[in-house]
């Protein structure tokens, strides 16, 4: 198929509230199949709620996560897939036999599990494991791949998936409207969430600006530019536990242009067609074709140590 219409969505994800989290992911799929899409993309453990899971003991978060395929939330998936035939991505917090715990990301179609991917480097809670391996998967004739939230800022993973094969990455987040080093980042306060309807103008300032779409467009459009991949990113509109979170979901091609862009300050989705001749145009098929790989292998390979953990537990506990 040389052509694929997708969705990415935004939605506000209530804490632990499964049933309610599906419900509009039922009806955001359903609205993406009246626009003509085959896929919808919906963000980083959108099923359970995210941020929360920071207050979660080890016992309270292995109550709330489940085995994949057979837990109640991936079966809801797979109804919800087959009743409207849209393929749907989610995110979900797992569980395997061992009770070691993982932010996962699912691809369901009908009633079949087609992908399942772990997150690379794991935050909010000292109890989720890391996953270790990339995953390249088929959707309607497309090579796919899925980097959760901070997979994406470590740039080797988005190189990486695209050198397996990936002509179309889903990058679900929880992310933006946080303190960082860079000028002008920090949250953004919940009054304005509040307050969304006597004074959009000044929430939307913030979600616009430095703390959040200011601080994807640095970053977002050159992931797909430089590997020239298509991007589908997503992410939460509103509160997630005390964090607000300013939406943005887009999906970009492998120019690094902005296809479609969620704008509004609710529930939302939006759609793109993607076309296979773009893949071969950008700038970044010419560049991985240009790639020396024995200059920098030996660079790449050198190891190191890791301050993923340190630095999360040090901005998490603030």
């Excluded at 198929?1 to 599906?22: P, R, S, W």
């Excluded at 695209?162 to 987040?173: D, K, R, S, V």
């Excluded at 979600?207 to 992410?235: H, I």
Aim: with cysteine.
């Amino acid at each position: 198929m040389t052509t694929l219409k997708i969705a990415a969505t935004q939605f506000e994800a209530i804490n632990g509230q499964v049933e309610h989290n599906l419900n509009t992911i039922e009806r955001l799929t359903i609205e993406a199949r009246a626009k003509g899409c085959q896929v919808i993309s919906f963000h980083e453990c959108c099923v359970q709620g995210y941020t929360y899971a920071k207050y979660l003991s080890r016992e309270e978060l292995l109550d709330v996560a489940e085995c994949i395929p057979d837990g109640p939330i991936t079966k809801r998936l797979m109804d919800i897939s087959s009743s409207t035939g849209v393929t749907i991505l989610a995110g979900l917090f797992e569980k395997d036999e061992n009770d070691n715990i993982y932010n996962t990301y699912i691809c369901v179609q009908n009633s079949n599990l087609v992908a399942k991917f772990r997150k690379l480097h794991p935050f909010i809670s000292q109890y989720l494991s890391p996953g270790n391996e990339y995953v390249i998967f088929d959707l309607f004739g497309w090579k796919c791949g899925i980097l959760i939230c901070y997979d994406n800022n470590v740039i080797e993973n988005v190189r990486a998936t695209t050198l397996l094969g990936a002509e179309i990455i889903f990058m679900p987040h929880v992310t933006g409207c946080t303190p960082s080093p860079m000028p002008g980042r920090g949250f953004v306060d919940p009054a304005l969430w509040a307050n969304k309807e006597s004074d959009p103008v000044s929430l939307r300032q913030e979600f616009d600006g430095p703390k959040g779409r200011g601080w994807l467009m640095r970053w977002l459009p050159a992931r797909a530019y430089d590997n020239g991949v298509y991007v589908v990113f997503t992410n939460p509109i509103g509160m997630d536990h005390d964090q607000l979170k300013c939406g943005h979901s887009m999906i970009l091609d492998p120019y690094g242009e902005i296809l479609a862009e969620c704008h509004s300050l609710e529930s939302e989705i939006c759609c793109s067609t993607l076309v296979k001749d773009k893949l071969r145009l950008a700038g970044g098929y010419r560049y991985r074709n240009a790639r020396r790989p024995e200059l920098y292998n030996p660079v790449f390979s050198q190891p190191h140590e890791s301050t993923l953990n340190v630095v999360w537990l040090k901005e998490d506990r603030k």
